[in-house]
T-cell receptor, first 112, second 114 residues
Framework: KAGVTQTPRYLIKTRGQQVTLSCSPI?????VSWYQQTPGQGLQFLFE???????NKGNFPGRFSGRQFSNSRSEMNVSTLELGDSALYLC???????????FGPGTRLTVT | AQSVTQLGSHVSVSEGALVLLRCNYS??????LFWYVQYPNQGLQLLLK??????LVKGINGFEAEFKKSETSFHLTKPSAHMSDAAEYFC????????????FGTGTSLTVIP
């Protein structure tokens, strides 16, 4: 079974631009969660989508948004990028609630 | 509110020695607890999970953790460290109410000395 895939793996953007990250969950998984990982703040929950609906949301500004498609693939969008948005963005998929979350390799975003 | 505290951001052990990584949690209701491992430039891999069944949980690669409600702890142990265990370890907590919104600790970097 293929694991969680994230594209692109590396991304360099300029302040003020916007970016879209993609996540393909494990086949059959309907829940997709997104996390931001930085050296200073650690792993922070962004949001979770389940069956195309946002089910949980962390404490991030509205510049961070996401969506999920009918095939469970998910995208995360960050608008008006700031230097502090530089981070590893991790996507995780799971079968249901409180089930194991399987993480992808992440997308390393650098904002210059 | 849920939170996780991992005592010791860096732990060094000799190869073959006991590994003990500490995790204390805060939760107002019975928690679900997880340990993940992260190797450089990779995502997180689940080591083990506690979901209110047996308090001693066995995971992959010889790791295990014991849920102690009275101490609000979920420490990770491995009897004998191997060089390949060198990585970053994260403890996470969740509750049924918040579902897949995991709260992670700040991580413990494990170094194994040959």
């Amino acid at each position: 079974k293929a694991g969680v895939t994230q594209t692109p793996r590396y991304l360099i953007k300029t302040r003020g631009q916007q970016v879209t990250l993609s996540c393909s969950p494990i086949s059959g998984h309907r829940s997709v969660s997104w996390y931001q990982q930085t050296p200073g703040q650690g792993l922070q929950f962004l949001f979770e989508y389940f069956s195309e609906t946002q089910r949980n949301k962390g404490n991030f500004p509205g510049r961070f948004s996401g969506r999920q498609f009918s095939n469970s693939r998910s995208e995360m969008n960050v608008s008006t990028l700031e230097l502090g948005d530089s981070a590893l963005y991790l996507c995780a998929s799971s079968l249901g609630t409180i089930a194991e979350q399987y993480f992808g390799p992440g997308t390393r975003l650098t904002v210059t | 509110a849920q939170s996780v505290t991992q005592l010791g951001s860096h732990v060094s052990v000799s190869e073959g020695a006991l590994v003990l990584l500490r995790c204390n949690y805060s939760s107002s209701v019975p928690p679900y607890l997880f340990w993940y491992v992260q190797y450089p430039n990779q995502g997180l891999q689940l080591l083990l999970k506690y979901t209110s069944a047996a308090t001693l949980v066995k995971g992959i690669n010889g790791f295990e953790a014991e849920f102690k409600k009275s101490e609000t702890s979920f420490h990770l142990t491995k009897p004998s460290a191997h060089m390949s265990d060198a990585a970053e370890y994260f403890c996470a907590v969740s509750e049924l109410r918040t579902g897949n919104q995991f709260y992670f600790g700040t991580g413990t970097s494990l170094t194994v000395i040959p």
